[in-house]
């Protein structure tokens, strides 16, 4: 689909599929604790595999008796020898010097990052109030941020020339209820096409400029055009419009919960600005790799 809105194969290893294993990279049993797997100079202890084969199940650690009561001795040799791969493959890697790569360094600096930062927020989050009354609260004091604008739903054909789009609007206002099957017959945008020219819903701005205004003036169960962007020249139709409306408290709910949290986390950073020091270079961020940034 030509879209007016703005906005090497890689080897898979089954057992490297298994994401937790990630946390085994520079890890050692206690010295007093007898190790389970051991891959060169790395060994795995017994609290540690039974940690993993508790991650690997997605229950808390608090379930672990449970989950061991759970598994076969085929399935705990099946985790140790994701274990082995995992390890002997890593290991492999550093001896050709792959951690030197720089998209392997790239990947294993912010897998760390990203893995302790959300360490962070899980354990700073258990100080959140998320009741309802906090909730409510917030409701009120951001109540511009639930604004839904107004939308409509909007099909199109579009065509290469301006008498082409002439004689598509001429064909579907004399039978509105063909347009889908004109569009699909004659609109040049094949994704929109196949589905009868159907666009959804879009809110103003969310298309190019001519494309925007000439939608945010027709009215429900209309047809207009043509109008030119930098795509073609469309012919369109507005099946039906929503006006701009403020949510409820309870339709703007589910939005709230991940809202207030992302708020309480940002409240975190900014006070942990003050004791870590944090710079910007804007002029370099302005000209990254030595292009400008788009204004």
């Known amino acids: 689909m030509k879209t007016i809105c703005k906005k090497k194969r890689n080897l898979v290893i089954a057992a490297v599929m298994v994401a937790f294993l990630v946390i085994l990279a520079g890890t050692a049993c206690a010295a007093d604790e007898k190790p389970v797997v051991t891959v060169g100079g790395e060994k795995v202890g017994e609290q540690e595999m039974v940690n993993l084969l508790v991650l690997q199940s997605g229950v808390s650690r608090g379930m672990a008796p449970l989950v061991l009561a759970q598994t076969t001795l085929e399935q705990r040799q099946q985790l140790a020898n994701q274990v082995v791969m995992s390890l002997i493959l890593s290991q492999a890697a550093m001896m050709k010097g792959l951690h030197l790569d720089e998209d392997v360094a790239l990947a294993l600096r912010w897998n760390r990052a990203?893995?302790?930062?959300?360490?962070?927020?899980?354990?700073v989050a258990a100080n959140w109030s998320l009741h309802r009354e906090d909730l409510e609260k917030y409701y009120?004091?951001?109540?511009?941020?639930?604004?839904?604008?107004?939308?409509?739903?909007?099909?199109?054909?579009?065509?290469?020339?301006?008498?082409?789009?002439?004689?598509?609007?001429?064909e579907v206002?004399?039978?509105?209820?063909?347009?889908?099957?004109?569009?699909?017959?004659?609109?040049?945008?094949?994704?929109?096409?196949q589905n009868g020219g159907e666009l959804g819903w879009v809110t103003p701005g969310q298309t190019v400029p001519a494309f925007d205004k000439l939608v945010f003036s027709m009215k429900e169960n209309s047809i207009?055009?043509?109008?030119?962007?930098?795509?073609?020249?469309h012919v369109v139709q507005v099946l039906e419009r929503?006006?701009?409306?403020?949510?409820?408290?309870?339709?703007?709910?589910?939005?709230l919960q991940q809202d207030i949290q992302q708020w309480y986390l940002e409240q975190e950073v900014e006070k942990l600005k003050d004791r870590i020091n944090v710079t910007i270079d804007e002029k370099t961020l302005s000209n990254l790799g030595g292009i400008p940034a788009i204004k």
């Open 114 to 123: 990203n893995t302790l930062a959300q360490a962070y927020a899980n354990k």
């Open 140 to 170: 009120e004091a951001h109540k511009e941020d639930y604004l839904v604008p107004e939308s409509a739903h909007v099909r199109h054909i579009l065509t290469s020339t301006k008498e082409e789009a002439s004689r598509v609007l001429l």
């Open 173 to 193: 206002m004399v039978d509105p209820s063909a347009f889908p099957d004109v569009a699909r017959a004659k609109s040049i945008d094949r994704g929109s096409a």
């Open 224 to 233: 207009k055009g043509p109008v030119e962007s930098r795509l073609g020249w």
């Open 242 to 255: 929503e006006p701009a409306h403020q949510q409820s408290f309870e339709e703007a709910l589910p939005q």
